[in-house]
Every structure is written in structure tokens, then in C-alpha cells.
């Protein structure tokens, strides 16, 4: 006996192809597959064998544009209920800034690096929970900015977004990525009561991880938006931009993009590079101070005297030396830093492990 649809499931125009290509329905049943999602059926009989087109295929781009990934989550996690904690406090907010975690990377391959190492799931977190500590200890405002300054991922398949350089890794693309998910929701889950607000912003643009520190950052995002009340969550796709709190602006960029820099932004400020950010500044009408703040080179350097209209940050990595790095330069410190912004002044609290 022939499945009946009832025509109040569905569309006036699919209930007729449907009944028109009733094979086709059938065909998509008996393998568990929508019809939607069947692009070609070979029919073949004692009698005939042809080649069908179904009418009401959908490409995956058609299928999967308006799903509510929000509505899908709230069926598995639960939002947290909380109170977060209020202060009394000159200070305008604090920010977290943190660059090249590089998930999934090994600094000692084959045990004959230089100065060898570990970033397995356990260091990564450990990391998280020293950068958890610092926050609360010189925590002074109830606002808390959180910078990721690219590279979460340090490739795909052991390249980068790029492809052509291989790297040698630790992980699969599934354990990184719940490696790299796993370190940003101990972060939030251990701030999200101790601020009235949070807001984070993940950079998308770069030259390791890409399209994949896209994918896990579109997860967190999607995640906190149901689980905090108080956090706020932006992937900076553009190479370059910027965001402003009273009147301190932050330039946010890796300092090498998914697809054209090869060199980028470099340690130290030259001609070119002050002369890129500043029309940068005038073209989007950027505040008074002004600080521009990269990652990729892997050091600590602040320069608040080259350029007369902005501070040019370079932020450590989190992520111990690649053993690339360890032969081609040297061992290098990792670490990040944490800041208390007031109207006039800020604190530095750098921390290196």
C-alpha cells in the first residue's frame, strides 16, 4: 500500500510533485533520506533503466540558509542562572587580551626539539585557569572585554588556511576543536557571575586557522548567547577593526590575513604600516586614544612613542614556540595580558608562564 501524505502537511505546489514523482518519494523513504535532498535517482527494471531529475532538489546552501541554530541549542543546554556581581569602581572596564593559541599544535614532534614542550587539551587549560586567576585577582571594574587576537587554531588536516605548509600536530580537526571549544567556555563559565557584563571579540581573519577559527568561534557564540545572560560575543571577520569604550578605541587584527599578506604587520612600526592604519583611522573616524593591538609575531612589544596618534601592541603568544620557531628563532615567552582602564590612565598586568 502507498504512505499517504496528508495535503496539511505540506504545500499545494510540493503535494503535486510529490504525487506527480510518487517514485522518487518512495525511492527517498526506503534509504531514510528527505526527497528534498535527493538530486538524481537511477531507476532501473527489468523493463527500463533511466536516469530521473528530481524537481524538488535543494542544494546544501538552500537547505541550510534560514536553520535557527539558536533554537536547536536551547533544546540541549540549559542557561545558567546567576546574579553578576556589582562594584563600586573608577574604573571604566577591564580587558583580557590573548593572541596564537594555536590549538592543536605540538612544539616537539619527535622528542628532538630545542627546547621541547607540551600543548595538549591539559596545558591549554591549565592556561585558562592561570589567565581565570589573574582576572579576579586584579579585577577593579564590571566590565569585562575579552580579546582574541587569532590563530585559536594552528591549522586543518596539519595545514593552514592557506595550504602548502605543513604542520606537525597533535590533534585531529574533532579534538582541536573541542579542545579550543572546551578552553573558551571554561573561561566564560568561570567569569560570567563575576562582571555585569562581558564582551568578546574573536578575530576570524588570519593565517592559521581561518575558516576553522571561524567554525568555533560561531559555536561559542552561538553557545554563550543561550547560556549567559551577560556576554556578548563578535567574530571580527574584516581583516582590521575597531571598537570603542568611552574614549579609548582598540584596533583589533592578527597582523597577517587568510589570503594575501605574506609578511603583514611586524613587530616594530614602520613607514608603511603607520601610514596603512592611519587611513584606516580617518576613514573610520576612530577616537582619541587610540591603540592598535596584533598578534602572529609571537612578543611582547608596546610602542606608545612611533607613531603620534596610536600605540602599536604586539601581544605574546598563549601557545609555547613551534619547534619551526624554537630552530628558526628562539624559545620565546608566552603569556597575555590583562589591563583596568580609567577615563585618563590604564593598569598593565602582563603575565608570562
Not at 499545494?12 to 527517498?28: H, M, P, V
Not at 528530481?54 to 542544494?59: D, R
Not at 584596533?251 to 592604519?277: R, V
Request: aromatic content about 12%; hydrophobic content about 35%.
Amino acid at each position: 500500500m502507498k504512505k499517504h501524505i496528508p495535503r496539511t502537511r505540506l504545500k499545494e505546489d510540493e503535494y503535486e510533485l510529490i504525487e506527480q514523482y510518487r517514485g522518487l518519494k518512495n525511492a527517498a523513504d526506503t534509504v531514510d533520506v528527505h526527497l528534498s535532498w535527493v538530486k538524481l535517482v537511477w531507476l532501473k527494471t527489468k523493463a527500463v533503466s533511466a536516469l530521473i531529475t528530481n524537481p524538488t532538489y535543494k542544494s546544501p546552501q538552500e537547505r541550510f540558509i534560514d536553520i535557527d541554530f539558536t533554537s536547536i541549542i536551547k533544546k540541549h543546554i540549559k542557561p545558567l542562572k546567576y546574579t553578576p556581581t556589582a562594584i563600586k569602581s573608577k574604573y571604566l572596564f577591564d580587558r583580557l587580551v590573548y593572541a596564537d593559541v594555536h590549538t592543536g599544535m605540538t612544539p616537539n614532534e619527535n622528542g628532538f626539539s630545542l627546547y621541547g614542550g607540551k600543548w595538549n587539551e591539559r596545558e591549554l587549560i591549565k592556561s585558562a585557569e592561570k589567565m581565570v586567576r589573574l582576572v579576579l585577582e586584579e579585577k577593579k571594574s564590571n566590565t569585562l572585554y575579552i580579546d582574541d587576537l587569532g590563530d585559536l587554531m594552528d591549522g586543518w588536516d596539519g595545514e593552514t588556511v592557506r595550504k602548502g605548509h605543513k604542520l606537525p600536530q597533535n590533534m585531529d580537526n574533532e579534538k582541536a576543536f573541542d579542545t579550543a571549544l572546551k578552553f573558551k567556555l571554561y573561561i566564560l563559565d568561570a567569569l560570567c557571575d563575576k562582571y555585569e557584563k562581558i564582551v568578546c571579540r574573536n578575530i576570524c581573519n588570519d593565517n592559521h586557522s581561518g575558516s576553522f577559527g571561524y567554525v568555533v568561534n560561531s559555536a561559542i557564540k552561538n553557545i554563550s548567547d543561550v547560556k549567559y545572560c551577560n556576554v556578548e560575543t563578535f567574530n571580527q571577520r574584516k581583516f582590521m577593526d575597531v571598537y570603542t569604550h568611552d574614549n579609548h578605541s582598540f584596533i583589533l587584527t592578527h597582523g597577517k590575513d587568510s589570503k594575501a599578506l605574506k609578511f603583514g604587520f611586524k613587530p616594530h612600526l614602520d613607514k608603511k604600516s603607520e601610514n596603512k592604519i592611519d587611513n584606516f583611522i580617518k576613514h573610520n573616524k576612530v577616537g582619541d586614544k587610540i591603540e592598535f593591538s596584533k598578534g602572529d609575531s609571537h612578543q611582547m612589544i608596546f610602542d606608545d612613542a612611533t607613531s603620534d596618534t596610536f600605540g602599536y601592541y604586539n601581544y605574546p603568544a598563549l601557545s609555547p614556540s613551534s619547534e619551526w620557531v624554537q630552530t628558526n628563532f628562539q624559545k620565546g615567552k608566552r603569556g597575555f595580558v590583562f589591563f583596568n582602564f580609567r577615563k585618563d590612565r590604564k593598569s598593565t598586568h602582563p603575565y608570562f608562564f
